[in-house]
């Protein structure tokens, strides 16, 4: 009886995963469109053209593994912060935050370029209200 299951499982699983449907559910965005998003994020501020702009991936500041944390930095000449920002980037959504004060970072272009990484996951808007999930710090 137990095989009976595994078979209808695996078939079903294969079933959605031929459609399109849940499948999307599995994947995640990549280390380099995170960073992407990051650079999108921060070009209406124009962070992105100071000198020595540069965004960090913070390896371990996510136990949860949800996000992917950079550090964006640079060459400030003057004495004082090279530090521009914190941003976390949502690995399920790509959806972008402000990871210190809990602010969704937003703008035209980062939009389209979210429409499409999300379209290249396979998700829908529907999928994508579907898996959205505060900020880290939120």
């Not at 501020?45 to 913070?58: C, D, H, M, Q, V």
């Not at 004082?80 to 790509?94: C, L, N, P, Q, W």
């Not at 990484?117 to 880290?136: A, E, N, V, W, Y």
């Amino acid at each position: 009886m137990s095989n009976m299951v595994v078979v209808a499982a695996i078939a079903i699983f294969g079933l959605q995963t031929a459609t399109g449907r849940s499948s999307a559910i599995h994947r995640t965005v990549t280390v380099g469109e995170a960073r992407s998003l990051v650079d999108k994020a921060l070009e209406t501020t124009g962070a992105t053209n100071l000198p020595g702009y540069g965004r960090e991936l913070r390896r371990n500041a996510d136990v949860s593994g949800a996000f992917f944390f950079f550090e964006a930095t640079w060459a400030n000449p003057n004495p004082g912060s090279m530090v521009i920002g914190h941003y976390a980037v949502d690995r399920r959504t790509g959806d972008v935050w402000n990871a210190v004060i809990c602010e969704e970072v937003t703008s035209p272009s980062l939009k389209r370029l979210q429409r499409a990484i999300r379209k290249r996951l396979g998700f829908t808007d529907k999928d994508h209200h579907r898996l959205r999930r505060p900020g880290p710090m939120c």
